[in-house]
């Protein structure tokens, strides 16, 4: 890989990097999204998955000027694991949740 | 990529192909990055899934005379969202791991994953409209 002054793309990365970073902040801003709807559900759902929102977004930082492709497959983990957890929190709510049909309601008979 | 689909990647040969049979190479970073970027387009649709399946669960009015009727149709798209996001981590790996070898990338199989549970939960859904309809 070629050296490239700091601060600067290396050629014909510049664009694809940004697509990139601005993938991070959208999957980023659609986490806190679906935590703050969560909130109305489980608030300790919803600000947890809030919380875990904040290191995606921080994973934009990880893309350098020049990435030489990806450095860590830990923030691509992070990203995996936090939707299955909001998943499964999800799931929890779903069967757990006051209403018609719930468990909660089966098992107290109401 | 350091370690995006295992294994230490072997050094290029001067004109890019791999040093030696077998071994892998860095591919152009425009094409991890884009790898990159479909991954984390499959993780938003999981998320999308899930906030779908949470919301039919908790905001939709009930079906009457099927009591489980918002459940039946939430929990498997919630599921669904959290296989989506495994499946797009594996296959993310896989093709990084065929772009250093530089073989062709593997067919995915999201795609009919998600149509076919998707026309699934849309005939489940009939079903319930149609049940609580009829009753």
Known sequence: MST?????????IGEPANRTRL?????AIALA??????????????????ALSIPVWAAVRRIGPAPDALSSLAA?????????LVAAAALVIAFLG???????ELLHGR | MTDAGRGEPARAGPDGAPAHEGAE???????????????????RTALALVA??????????????????????????IILGAVIAVAAFWEMTRNQRAMRRGQPLPRSIIPRLLAGT????????AAVVLLSAAR
Request: charged fraction near 10%; proline fraction near 10%; avoid cysteine.
């Open chain 2, 118 to 125: 998707i026309a699934g939960i849309a005939a489940l859904a």
């Open chain 1, 23 to 27: 993938a991070w902040t959208r999957t």
């Open chain 2, 25 to 43: 190479s860095e591919p152009d970073p425009r094409f991890t990055l884009a790898n990159e970027r479909t991954f984390l387009a499959w993780s």
């Open chain 1, 4 to 12: 490239v002054p700091p601060g600067q793309d290396e050629p014909g």
């Open chain 1, 98 to 104: 006051h209403g018609p049909g719930s468990l909660s």
């Open chain 1, 33 to 50: 999204a679906l935590g703050a709807a969560m909130l109305r559900a489980s608030v300790v759902a919803g600000v947890i998955v809030i």
């Open chain 2, 52 to 77: 779908a399946g949470l919301g039919i669960v908790q905001l939709l009015p009930p079906f009457h005379g099927v009591p489980f009727g918002r459940r039946v149709l939430g929990v498997p798209l």
């Open chain 1, 76 to 84: 691509l983990r992070l990203v995996t694991a936090t939707v299955v």
